[in-house]
C-alpha cells in the first residue's frame, strides 16, 4: 500500500467531511428545538447558491455585494418559513410538520428556478483549486487548496454556532426550548422568537454549503441532493447534537473515500454514492440514537 496515496485519499475524505457537517448541523439546529426533520434543507442550499449567483448574473452584483444580499434573503426566508409555514402548525403531530417540510421543499426549489431560471450556473470564489505545495514537495500528497479553505471556513462557523449556541442567552434559551416546550415556555421564553432565529440561521448555513458546494460542482438543481448526504451523518452522530454532526460528517466523508478506493475495485466501483447508507444502516443496528444522540427507553 502506497502510504501517501493512503492519506492523500483520507485528508480529501476528512475535508469532504467537514462540509457535510455543516449542511447536517443545518437539520440539527431545527430538529433540536422543534422536533422537526427539516426536509427543505436541501432546497434551501440550492436556493441560496442559485440565488448569489442570480444576483451577479442578472444584476451585476460584484461577489461581496451578492453574498450580504443573499444572506439578508436567507434571514428573510428562513423567518417567513417559520411565520408562515411552521408556526400555525404548532402542536401538530411531528408527521404533517414532516410533510410539510416536503411540500416546502418542492417550493422552494421550483421558487429558485421560477426566479433565477434552472441552467446550471458557474461559481467562482476566490479560492484557487490547486495542490497545496508544502504537501506535495515535503510527503507527495496532493490535497486541494480549495478543500483545505472550505474545511476551515465551515469549521470557523461550526466552532461560532458552537459557542453561540452553548455560551449566550439565546443558545440557553434553545437548550431550554430543546428540553421541554411547555416548561420553556412557562419560564417565558419566547418559543416562537426563537424557532424563527433557528430558522434564520439555518438559513445562513444553508448560504455558506450552498456557496462552497456550488463552486465545487457547480449552481445546479443536484445541490438539492446535497441534503440527502447528511442523512448518514446524522444517523452516526445523532439527530440533536452539534458535536454529533462533526464526528459523523468526518466518519462518512473518510470512509466514502477510503471504500471508493479500496474496495470499490472489487466489486466493479461506483460504491461512495451508496456505501455511507449501508455503514449508516449497519450502524442503526447496534446504536440506533446515534454516537451522541440521546437514548429513548421505551416501556412496554
Not at 451578492?66 to 400555525?88: D, F, H, K, N, S
Not at 426550548?177 to 415556555?185: K, S, T
Not at 473515500?257 to 466489486?267: F, H, Q, R, S, T
Request: charged share 10%; glycine share 12%.
Amino acid at each position: 500500500m502506497n502510504i501517501s496515496f493512503f492519506f492523500e485519499v483520507l485528508i480529501g475524505g476528512l475535508l469532504s467531511g467537514v462540509m457535510y457537517a455543516l449542511v447536517a448541523i443545518g437539520f440539527v439546529l431545527i430538529y433540536k428545538a422543534s422536533g422537526v426533520f427539516n426536509f427543505a434543507q436541501g432546497a434551501m442550499v440550492f436556493f441560496a447558491a442559485l440565488t448569489c449567483v442570480g444576483l451577479m448574473d442578472k444584476f451585476g452584483f460584484s461577489l461581496w455585494l451578492a453574498i450580504p444580499a443573499t444572506v439578508v434573503a436567507m434571514i428573510i426566508l428562513g423567518l417567513l418559513i417559520e411565520r408562515v409555514v411552521l408556526r400555525p402548525l404548532v402542536n401538530q403531530p411531528e408527521i404533517t410538520l414532516f410533510m410539510a417540510t416536503i411540500g416546502l421543499a418542492f417550493f422552494i426549489e421550483g421558487l429558485a428556478q421560477l426566479m433565477w431560471g434552472s441552467q446550471v450556473h458557474r461559481l467562482e470564489l476566490p479560492i484557487e483549486d490547486v495542490p497545496l505545495q508544502f504537501l506535495l514537495d515535503k510527503f507527495n500528497i496532493i490535497v486541494s487548496q480549495f478543500d483545505v479553505t472550505a474545511a476551515m471556513v465551515c469549521g470557523v462557523m461550526v466552532l461560532v454556532l458552537s459557542l453561540v449556541f452553548s455560551k449566550t442567552k439565546v443558545g440557553r434559551a434553545l437548550r431550554a426550548v430543546a428540553d421541554d416546550h411547555q416548561a420553556a415556555l412557562a419560564v417565558g421564553i419566547p418559543l416562537q422568537r426563537i424557532w424563527g432565529i433557528l430558522w434564520a440561521v439555518a438559513g445562513m448555513v444553508a448560504l455558506v454549503a450552498g456557496l462552497l458546494w456550488g463552486a465545487r460542482n457547480g449552481v445546479q438543481f443536484a445541490l438539492t441532493f446535497i441534503a440527502l448526504k447528511a442523512l448518514p451523518v446524522l444517523i452516526l452522530g445523532g439527530f440533536t447534537s452539534v458535536p454529533g454532526a462533526i464526528v459523523g460528517g468526518l466518519i462518512i466523508g473518510a470512509s466514502e473515500k477510503l471504500a471508493e478506493v479500496y474496495i470499490g475495485p472489487m466489486v466493479g466501483g461506483g460504491i461512495e454514492g451508496w456505501f455511507p447508507y449501508v455503514l449508516a444502516l449497519l450502524f442503526l443496528l447496534v446504536r440506533p440514537e446515534g454516537l451522541f444522540g440521546e437514548k429513548i427507553i421505551r416501556r412496554i
